[in-house]
Structure formats: C-alpha cells, structure tokens
C-alpha cells in the first residue's frame, strides 16, 4: 500500500508539471492560445462528440478565431471566421495545402487516391483527374444532356408515387450517383438493382457512422478504438464494401478496354495513363491510385448532391413561399412543356440564390476538410507551428455576421442585390476554396440547378399528413451534417 502511494504521488506530480511545462512551452513560442491540455489525451475532456462545430463557435468567443487544441498528442489549430478560413484556404493556400491527419479517412484511404493524398501524388493525380473530367465533358453540354436524362428517370418514379408521402433519400443518391457513374464507369445502375441499392446503403449509413459519436470518438483515439467494438467498426465494414464493389467495376473495365480506342470513360483513361507510365518507377498511376481516386469521385459525387437536394426540398416544404416564387420563375422563364437547361439559369436569379442559400445553411462539411502547416506560419500574431493539423471552420465562414445579414435563417435574398440579380459572396464555401476546392463543384451546381427546377416544374412539395413541421436541425452533426430522415409529398401540380 505504501508504494502503491508513492506511485500514485509520483504520478500526480509528473502530470501537474507536464501540464505546466507544456502551457510555458506554449506561450513562450507564441502558439495560439487554447485551453490547458491533459497528458496524453490532450483536450478531449473539454470536448463533447457531437456538434464539434458547435462547440468551436463557442471557444472562439473565448480565445479568439485562432486558437490551439489537442487532440490527444497531436497539436490541432482551430482557424474560425471567413477572414482567417480564407487566408488558409487561399491567401496562404500554398502553406497549408498538404492534409493533415484524419483517422478514419488515414485508415480507408491509405494516403492514396485524390482527397487525402499529398505532395506529388495529389498534383498528378489532381492535374489528371481535372482534365480528364474536363474531356468527358464536365461542365460540358454533353453532361448537361447526361443529367437530363436522369432527371427523366427521376420523374417516372415521382409520377409513379401518385403524390404519397416518401423519403426520398435512396431515390436521390440513385440518380446523383448513376451521373457520376456514368462518368466514372461509363454505366448508370437500374434503380431497383439490388446490389447496387446494398452499396448505396452502405455508403448511407457509412457517411452517417462516420459523423455519429462512435466515429468522432475513433478519430479522437484511434489507438484505444480499433480494438473496441461498436458502430464505428460497422463504418470500416461498409466502406470496404463500397470498395470492393468499385474494386469489382474497375476490373469489369479492365477486361474489355481497347487499348487502341478512345478511352470511354475515367477508368479506361486512368488505364491507359498507367499503361504510357509502366516504365516509369515513380509514376502515381497505380492501381491502387486507380480504386481509391475511383472511390473518392464516387461518394463525394453522390452523397454531397443528393443530401444537398433532399435538404434543399425539405427547406423548401417549411418556405411555400420561396417555393411559390420558383416555380413563377419556372413557369416565366421555362414553361411546362421543356426541359430546364444551363442557359436558363442566367434568367432565373431568384432560383439561383434560393439553391446557394440552401446550401449554405445546410453545411454540409462544417469543420472542413483538415490541412497541415508546411512550416511555421504567422497567422493573426501567432505562430502555428509545423506539422500541426489545420481545421479551417467552413461553417463558420458560410454563417458569418460580417457576410450575411441573417446568417441562421433561411433567406434567398442573402445572395440578391437591390436590384433583383444574383451576387456572389466570397464566404459562400460549401465546396472549399483555392487549390483543394472540391473538383466536382461545376458538375454538382448543374445537378442541383437541373434536378431541382425539373421537379419544380412539374410537382409542388407539400407536408406529409399528420406531418405539420420538419425539423431542419441535423439529425447527426459531426464531420458531416446529416439532415434528419424526413417523408413528404410530391404533389403533381
């Protein structure tokens, strides 16, 4: 017992004077302020899982919109407000292009593909990925045409609901998803093939595990959680899942590539780089660089447009008038008999402001995607040391007093000057900004503005019976937003 107190003293005093030595060591290199860390796991006690973004709204209040947590070991810089997101994202992009480390993302993806990996990789790969979608027609007539016709087959199954109440959430990322499988693999996917659904359903409730509190818990410690069981185990299950089914596609392609064709689509372009580079013993066009850039373009392709959309119309249903103010432009402009296209988009600003603002408050990756410093960089009279991980707060800049006048309120008008027209706001960053701005952002506003006005045009969304409310606060706010599982109606208008 004796020695068990001298231990448990001898203890006690190391983690009061490591605490002591690392809030001086702090101070004296001029770090952002934050709160006092614990050993080992650093902050986490001062942070709940759920609604993070929430909570760094609060702490910037306190300590400024630059400010220092630990995340265990790990240094973590918190940058709040759109003046300081904007400097890291563009002013001083260069400085903090690099990703910095996300758990589950380190573990799905390896460092590989487009979205996580660094340095060379990620220039090739970038530089590749952006002109191959670019010759497939990204931004292009030939995908406005593509996106048509889905919008077609979104039609048939609205009709064919008669106007009852459903979630439409599956529906959605069918259509968002065969778009971007039809560039990727060349294919869309029937809407009830079965095991298309089961990976799409897997993808679902991935993206939702992965921001619930078992998730945010496995990206606080990893080290502890990989040998624990719960749902974030059931994440990494569904997400090899998904993987394995484009592991699955990819070699489908493979087997009836034309090497003396013009490539059909991403894969056989992405086939034939490897095929010019297979000499090359430094060359990124691997195939493992293949399936996971395939990967990444397939879920942010169909989860960020499809979420988006599904929150956009239960916006809509809680604002009739917003809604009744689209569909007159709709009706002006377009008529009933055409299809929507690009080109009316210029005429309709209403609309348009009505879709950004809509993004805007739904927030879909409030946190952002993290970034690390290349060096030690002077930001706001700090220094943010390097190596340390970046969270540029995009919720933060997308509901900023400074640039939005209601910015927690629902308000087309956030994005209309006096006039009526459309303005930009260099705050509006649903897709990032500077050089790891999302590549898809031209092809996801063209599916939002066709999708959206198609269904406008031909149906009014209207509360499910019994339904008098929607509660548009998410259902599940951690890296992602999640809006909540809603049914309502397509009525025929």
């Known amino acids: 017992?004796?020695?068990?107190?001298?231990?448990?003293?001898?203890?006690?005093?190391?983690?009061?004077?490591?605490?002591?030595?690392?809030?001086?060591?702090?101070?004296?290199?001029?770090?952002?302020?934050?709160?006092?860390?614990?050993?080992?796991?650093?902050?986490?006690?001062?942070?709940?899982?759920?609604?993070?973004?929430?909570?760094?709204?609060?702490?910037?209040?306190?300590?400024?919109?630059?400010?220092?947590?630990?995340?265990?070991?790990?240094?973590?810089?918190?940058?709040?407000?759109?003046d300081v997101v904007k400097k890291v994202l563009v002013d001083s992009g260069d400085e903090f292009l690099n990703r910095g480390s996300f758990p589950t993302s380190d573990k799905t993806n390896k460092g590989l593909g487009i979205i996580m990996s660094n340095n060379e990789r990620w220039v090739q790969l970038r530089r590749f990925s952006l002109m191959t979608l670019r010759n497939f027609g990204m931004g292009k007539k030939s995908i406005e045409e593509r996106i048509q016709e889905e919008a077609e087959h979104l039609m048939k199954e609205l009709r064919d609901k008669r106007g009852q109440a459903f979630n439409p959430q599956h529906l959605f990322n069918c259509v968002t998803s065969n778009v971007i499988s039809y560039i990727l693999l060349g294919k869309r996917f029937d809407y009830?093939?079965?095991?298309?659904?089961?990976?799409?359903?897997?993808?679902?409730?991935?993206?939702?595990?992965e921001s619930s509190v078992s998730g945010q818990l496995y990206n606080f410690f990893p080290w502890i959680m990989d040998y624990l069981p719960g749902p974030h185990q059931t994440f990494f299950k569904n997400i090899y899942g998904v993987q394995a089914f484009i592991a699955r596609k990819v070699e489908e392609n493979e087997k009836i590539l034309d090497h003396t064709d013009v490539p059909q689509n991403f894969v056989d372009a992405f086939l034939l780089k490897m095929?010019?580079?297979?000499?090359?013993?430094?060359?990124?066009?691997?195939?493992?660089?293949?399936?996971?850039?395939?990967?990444?373009?397939?879920?942010?392709?169909?989860?960020t447009s499809s979420t988006t959309m599904r929150y956009f119309f239960m916006t809509l249903v809680e604002h009739p008038d917003v809604q009744a103010k689209i569909q007159d432009e709709i009706d002006r402009v377009i008529g009933r008999e055409r299809m929507p296209t690009m080109k009316?988009?210029?005429?309709?600003?209403?609309?348009?402001?009505?879709?950004?603002?809509?993004?805007?408050?739904?927030?879909?990756?409030?946190l952002g995607l993290i970034r690390m410093a290349k060096r030690d960089v002077e930001m706001e009279g700090f220094i943010i040391p390097k190596g340390a991980t970046i969270y540029p707060i995009l919720s933060s800049a997308l509901h900023d007093p400074k640039q939005y006048a209601n910015p927690y309120q629902f308000n087309p008008e956030h994005f209309l000057d006096k006039d009526g027209r459309f303005k930009k706001n260099g705050a509006d960053m649903p897709f990032s900004a500077g050089k790891r701005n999302c590549l898809g952002e031209g092809l996801?506003?063209?599916?939002?503005?066709?999708?959206?006005?198609?269904?406008?045009?031909?149906?009014?969304?209207?509360?499910?019976?019994?339904?008098?409310?929607?509660?548009?606060?998410?259902?599940?706010?951690?890296?992602l937003n999640i809006p909540r599982q809603v049914p309502f109606c397509f009525s025929p208008r």
Do not use: C
């Open 275 to 303: 095929e010019q580079e297979k000499n090359n013993p430094t060359t990124e066009f691997t195939k493992e660089n293949l399936m996971m850039t395939i990967y990444d373009l397939f879920i942010a392709g169909t989860e």
């Open 1 to 82: 017992m004796e020695v068990l107190g001298t231990t448990t003293l001898f203890l006690v005093v190391f983690l009061v004077l490591f605490v002591a030595w690392r809030k001086v060591e702090a101070k004296r290199r001029n770090w952002p302020p934050g709160p006092t860390p614990l050993p080992l796991i650093g902050n986490l006690l001062q942070l709940k899982p759920t609604n993070i973004a929430e909570q760094f709204k609060k702490m910037s209040k306190k300590y400024g919109s630059v400010f220092m947590l630990y995340f265990g070991l790990d240094p973590v810089v918190i940058v709040y407000g759109y």
């Open 344 to 366: 009316d988009r210029l005429e309709m600003p209403f609309t348009d402001a009505a879709i950004h603002e809509g993004q805007r408050l739904l927030d879909f990756i409030p």
């Open 192 to 209: 009830h093939d079965e095991e298309y659904l089961q990976i799409l359903k897997q993808l679902i409730d991935g993206v939702r595990l």
């Open 444 to 479: 996801a506003r063209m599916e939002l503005f066709i999708f959206i006005t198609t269904v406008l045009q031909s149906f009014s969304l209207k509360h499910a019976p019994g339904v008098p409310k929607i509660d548009l606060t998410p259902d599940v706010s951690g890296f």
